[in-house]
């Protein structure tokens, strides 16, 4: 069964610094993997995904992601924080083989920039 | 913005009283999903549709049901509401390039079992 893992339920950064939040994950075989970001009382939104092809993804709002196959890990950085960024972020999993894109969440990070 | 909509917003209800949220989209989206998000759980699937009247089990189905009679409105029903199943409900749709979709969610409903 597929799992993910994320380190640090908050995380808290200052405006201007790097922002990374982690993300590990445990899966039979290579997954496809997401990160979602919610802002207060709202769903969901895609920041970027990995499924093939380059390793570094790139995603909206300035934000990227590097998929280690030997790490098992596809952390979410960004070079400069901005208040704006004030979310929950969530790492998912899906397998590539499935029948229907049945994501496996992790926890959730939630984020805090300091002025 | 995807044109998903869930309704209630927010429901508060009694332990043992059967209750339906509404998921209706404007996408004409194939697949449709019920998460819960719960704290230290983040989502977690109850239940998915890949047609109408097609649908299938997620990881926390128990004390769910859900059904699909047209493309656009995905109801997921508690049939006798219990306190465990406080949680915010969100409703996602995806449009059918299976693993490699993005899902993108509705605004959720708050539902409170007292």
């Known amino acids: 069964a597929q799992s993910v893992t994320q380190l640090g339920s908050h995380v808290s950064v200052s405006e201007g610094a790097l922002v990374l939040l982690r993300c590990n994950y445990s899966?039979?075989?290579?997954?496809?993997l997401f990160w979602y970001v919610q802002y207060p009382n709202q769903g969901l939104q895609l920041l970027l995904k990995?499924?093939?092809?380059?390793?570094l993804v790139k995603g909206i709002n300035g934000f990227e992601a590097e998929f280690k196959k030997s790490e098992t890990s596809f952390h979410l950085t960004k070079p400069s924080a901005h208040m704006s960024d004030a979310a929950e972020y969530f790492c998912a999993v899906s397998d590539p083989g499935g029948a229907a894109q049945k994501l496996v969440f992790g926890q959730g990070t939630r984020l805090t920039i300091n002025p | 913005d995807a044109g998903i909509t869930q309704s209630p917003r927010h429901k508060v209800t009694e332990t043992g009283t059967p209750v339906t949220l509404r998921c209706h989209q404007t996408?004409?989206?194939?697949?449709m999903y019920w998460y819960r998000q719960d704290p230290g759980h983040g989502l977690r699937l109850i239940h998915y549709?890949?047609?109408?009247?097609?649908?299938d089990k997620g990881e926390v189905s128990d004390g769910y049901s859900v059904s699909r009679s047209k493309t656009e409105d995905f109801l997921l029903t508690l049939e006798s509401a219990t306190s465990s199943q406080t949680s915010v409900y969100f409703c996602?749709?995806?449009?059918?390039?299976?693993?490699?979709?993005?899902?993108?969610f509705g605004p959720g409903t708050r539902l409170t079992v007292l």
């Open positions: 996408e004409n989206h194939r697949y």
């Open positions: 996602a749709i995806s449009p059918g390039q299976v693993s490699t979709d993005t899902q993108y």
């Open positions: 990995y499924t093939t092809g380059a390793t």
């Open positions: 899966s039979s075989v290579p997954p496809y």
């Open positions: 549709s890949y047609g109408v009247k097609d649908t």
